[in-house]
Nanobody
Framework: QVQLVESGGGLVQPGGSLRLSCAAS????????MGWYRQAPGKQRELVAS???????NYADSVKGRFTISRDNAKNTVWLQMNSLEPEDTAVYYC???????????????WGQGTQVTVSS
């Protein structure tokens, strides 16, 4: 089994910052892409940012220049630094990891339980 545990959400005023963390544990051989998605009420889940194993990053246009994704492969951990937060960033944020449980295994998508981020004055 593989578990993804997220932390760092909360309530913040517009213009403020939050840092989300996600640690993967369990039966892991290696992790390919890791990423953060979000889902606001009444909307579909969308990609916020992703990072490949060797560091290539991808961001949604709406967060470019404000959010930064990073990871530590030795710790199977990914972070999302969110600056200049806007009310439109309010959503449940989910961590995602593409996990190989053995060298010859197929990769499997795993998801965290989600953490609420609310941007409001």
């Amino acid at each position: 089994q593989v578990q993804l545990v997220e932390s760092g959400g909360g309530l913040v005023q517009p213009g403020g910052s939050l840092r989300l963390s996600c640690a993967a544990s369990g039966s892991i051989f290696s992790i390919n892409d890791m990423g953060w998605y979000r889902q606001a009420p009444g909307k579909q889940r969308e990609l916020v940012a992703s990072i490949a194993r060797f560091g290539m990053t991808n961001y949604a246009d709406s967060v470019k220049g404000r959010f930064t994704i990073s990871r530590d492969n030795a710790k199977n951990t990914v972070w999302l630094q969110m600056n200049s937060l806007e009310p439109e960033d309010t959503a449940v944020y989910y961590c995602n990891a593409v996990v190989f449980r053995c060298q010859a295994c197929k990769s499997v998508d795993h998801w965290g339980q989600g953490t609420q981020v609310t941007v409001s004055s």
